[in-house]
């Protein structure tokens, strides 16, 4: 390019000396022109030069991050398939609700287990559909995770489905903040619990059919020691009576002596009726009752109750209490039960025991974990190394004549009070076995 400028420029040169007159100054200015003039054009190509380079630069930026894009729109749309399987296919119920509580959408396992169709079930309220006992709970939860006062929430309820029935669930509820043009939302995730609770039920109401059982059997047993126990106050009624219609039957009637004998009758009346009300309330059905339980006075009943047995077999009995008092939330009955079974093993495990102390301890103290913790300590011979893991078996007996239902239903009716009962080998001599009744 440069030699082609110079012939041309040479040729202008030579044209103007051939065809005008010869000027020195004139030559000098159109060749400092011609050089002023190949300057810039090179200036410029330089310059187009460097525009060319940062175009190609941006030109492939441009087309690196389009794979980039369309890498990440690839990958999105590979994730929303993944979700939207899970969505339709998992078996675990999911909705979407505003403020209200009113379904936005909801996947095919919750329509199911609400008994709703697809269209149907938008705009159904999770409060509404709650039982009516706990909507104001679930209200003040959904407010709560709007307004930002709870992060989340965990629950266990019950909702009304459509046909009428009831939907046991267990529920996780958490807010989904603003965005875009769709304001926060709530993300509900509903697991059906109904079999299981129902099978909870079942299993509750078995175990508290097999208590009864174990109670009419243990009763069985102490038919002689009942027996012995209504006959004396019974005899002392007859006695009084007798002896006040003597008091009566003289020429000078002793008033005083009549009050008395009458006195004396309706306290051994009352004591049998006492022992009869036990026996009728140790063998009622039932669910669990909790109430206040004085615990002295319940082993003091529970003892009595025992008395002849205890002394037809030559058992002493200590027992140590806490002071104060303690008193404890629970089922009277049951726990009575747990603890009459706990001493009839105690008692026939030392009943053939030969030139031996037989002594029963009967220990309360707090437990570690809040509650009480109750021990029933024999002096007999002890559990056999072994059995700890069948000891606690249904049917599982080491007596000849047992039904091995006794520590079962124990520790049943221990753990529904939510509990534990255990054999403590590190006690001593003979077998001590302990649970615990925590607060409620």
């Known amino acids: 390019a440069d030699d082609a400028l ?37 200036i410029l190509q330089r310059e187009l030069n460097s525009q060319a380079s940062d175009i190609l630069e941006l030109t492939s930026g441009l087309v690196e991050s389009r794979k980039t894009l369309q890498r990440s729109f690839t990958a999105l749309q590979v994730s929303d398939r993944r979700w939207l399987g899970l969505y339709e296919n998992t078996a675990v119920g999911i909705a979407l609700a505003d403020r209200e509580g ?39 939860n959904v407010y709560g995770l709007f307004d930002g006062e709870l992060p989340g929430y965990k629950t266990q309820k019950r909702y009304e489905k459509k046909d009428g029935g009831y939907l046991w669930a267990n529920v996780c509820a958490s807010r989904i903040p603003a965005m875009a043009q769709d304001g926060p939302m709530l993300a509900v995730i509903v697991e059906d619990v109904t079999l299981r609770m129902e099978a909870e039920r079942s ?101 009595q109750m025992l008395q002849a047995m205890l002394v037809e077999a030559g058992v002493q009995v200590r027992v140590e209490l806490p002071v104060p008092t303690p008193c404890l ?31 029963l301890h009967i220990r309360v103290e707090p437990a ?8 029933v300590q024999d002096s007999g011979p002890g559990v056999p190394e072994g059995v700890e893991a069948k000891l606690f078996d249904a049917f599982y007996t080491t007596k000849q004549d047992g039904l091995g239902m006794g520590l079962a239903i124990s520790r049943g009716i221990v753990e529904n009070h ?12 003979g077998a001590c076995f302990r649970f615990t009744i925590p607060d409620n």
């Open 203 to 303: 299993l509750a109401a078995t175990r508290g059919e097999l208590a009864r059982v174990a109670r009419f059997t243990a009763m069985g047993e102490l038919v002689a020691s009942i027996a012995h126990e209504i006959n004396q106050p019974l005899s002392a009624v007859i006695t009084n009576s007798q002896a006040a219609l003597r008091w009566l039957a003289r020429p000078a009637p002793d008033l005083g002596e009549v009050e008395a004998a009458l006195q004396r009758v309706n306290r051994d009346a009352s004591l049998a009726g006492s022992v009869i009300s036990r026996i009728r309330g140790f063998l009622r059905a039932g669910e669990i009752r909790r109430e206040p339980v004085d615990v002295a006075r319940m082993l003091d009943e529970l003892l």
């Open 6 to 42: 110079r012939s041309n420029l040479l040729e202008n040169l030579v044209q103007d000396y051939l065809i005008k007159p010869f000027s020195a100054q004139e030559l000098c200015a159109r060749a400092r022109n011609l050089v002023t003039v190949k300057r810039t054009v090179d």
């Open 102 to 140: 009113r379904i936005l959408s909801a996947n095919p396992a919750l329509q199911r287990m609400l008994g709703y169709g697809a269209d149907e079930i938008v705009g159904v309220s999770l409060i509404e559909i709650t039982e009516p006992s706990e909507r104001a709970t679930a209200q003040r």
């Open 329 to 359: 939330i629970a089922d009277a009955v049951q726990l009575q039960q747990v603890i009459l079974n706990l001493i009839v093993n105690a008692v026939d495990a030392m009943r053939d025991l030969p030139g031996r102390e037989r002594l």
């Open 418 to 429: 939510g509990g534990r009962l255990w054999l403590e080998r590190s006690a001593g001599p």
């Open 368 to 375: 570690s974990a809040g509650g009480l913790q109750f021990s």
